[in-house]
Nanobody
Framework: QLQLVESGGGLVQPGGSLRLSCAAS????????IGWFRQAPGKEREGVSC????????YYADSVKGRFAISRDDAKEMMYLQMNSLQPEDTATYYC??????????????????????WGQGTQVTVSS
């Protein structure tokens, strides 16, 4: 069973940057498509970015295109979300997730087309001056 633990959240000023990390254990990360999701208080969970197991397809929500970048280091069993030009509307709890398999529809994965089985516990990101 894949286990995921996020880190790297915190308080940052508007315009600042953060890099979220997600450590995987219990299974081999390179079998999984990966994703980052976020949920702000009173709002539905949003798929921020999802990427196929081989990186051949990457999805970004329109709200983060050009500012956020998803990456992975399978040798280290890690995935990352680099967040630049952060704005107050990016404030949320951020979760990493994994979906086993190749050729995953990452747009559907991020849209919540099907329940995902593997989630981290979340890390809080607050963008405020």
């Amino acid at each position: 069973q894949l286990q995921l633990v996020e880190s790297g959240g915190g308080l940052v000023q508007p315009g600042g940057s953060l890099r979220l990390s997600c450590a995987a254990s219990g299974s081999t990360l390179d079998w999984y498509a990966i994703g980052w999701f976020r949920q702000a208080p009173g709002k539905e969970r949003e798929g921020v970015s999802c990427a196929r197991q081989d990186g051949s397809r990457i999805y970004y929500a329109d709200s983060v295109k050009g500012r956020f970048a998803i990456s992975r280091d399978d040798a280290k069993e890690m995935m990352y979300l680099q967040m630049n030009s952060l704005q107050p509307e990016d404030t949320a709890t951020y979760y990493c997730a994994g979906e086993p398999g190749r050729d995953i529809n990452v747009t559907g994965m991020c849209a919540g087309a099907a329940p995902l089985d593997y989630w981290g516990q979340g890390t809080q990101v607050t963008v405020s001056s």
